[in-house]
């Protein structure tokens, strides 16, 4: 039997080569499923967070530790050093890509992490920490490259 997400896909991208258009009616139950996308997975993240503490688990610190720590410190210095010197970039763009590479880890981390029932823990603290750590490193960027 085929996979639904690759016949979607390819479908999908004849409608985009074909430059062909779907009525509303079709469309409309995609639009609602995509709207609703990003709350669904916060409510799931935050209903995840209930009773549980960052860091809590020992044999996962370490890896949660190293993750968030790649995440805001190790990114931007290397998008940093990119921008600037491997791609002579200009003061703006040097500033927004820095910028972007700080910013936290996405909810699709948790999201891939539980629909594949891996590493849920990690990925829920990673998520948070590198959340509430990009604040500072947002703001220290910004007062150090800001054009």
């Given at each position: 039997?085929s996979?639904?997400?690759?016949?979607?896909?390819?479908?999908?991208?004849?409608?985009?080569?074909?430059?062909?258009?779907?009525?509303?009616?079709?469309?409309?139950?995609?639009?609602?499923?995509?709207?609703?996308?990003?709350?669904?997975v916060?409510?799931?993240?935050?209903?995840?967070?209930h009773?549980?503490?960052?860091?809590?688990?020992?044999?996962?610190r370490?890896d949660?530790?190293?993750?968030?720590g790649?995440?805001?410190?190790?990114m931007?210095?290397?998008?940093?050093?990119?921008?600037?010197?491997?791609?002579g970039?200009?003061?703006?763009?040097?500033?927004v890509?820095t910028?972007?590479a700080?910013?936290?880890?996405?909810?699709?981390?948790?999201?891939?992490?539980?629909?594949?029932?891996?590493?849920?823990?990690?990925a829920?603290?990673?998520?948070?920490l590198?959340?509430?750590?990009?604040?500072p490193?947002?703001?220290?960027?910004?007062?150090?490259?800001?054009?």
């Open positions: 039997m996979n639904p997400l690759i016949i979607a896909s390819l479908l999908g991208l004849v409608c985009s080569v074909t430059g062909l258009t779907l009525p509303d009616p079709v469309l409309e139950p995609f639009v609602l499923v995509g709207g609703a996308a990003v709350p669904v916060l409510l799931s993240f935050g209903m995840s967070l009773g549980s503490a960052p860091l809590r688990d020992p044999a996962i370490l949660v530790l190293l993750a968030t790649g995440k805001l410190l190790v931007p210095v290397v998008a940093f050093l990119l921008a600037r010197y491997a791609f970039l200009d003061p703006a763009h040097v500033f890509l910028v972007l700080g910013l936290p880890s996405a909810q699709n981390v948790f999201n891939y992490a539980q629909r594949y029932d891996a590493a849920v823990p990690v829920r603290d990673v998520v948070l590198s959340t509430v750590g990009s604040v490193v947002l703001v220290a960027i910004a007062a150090l490259l800001h054009p």
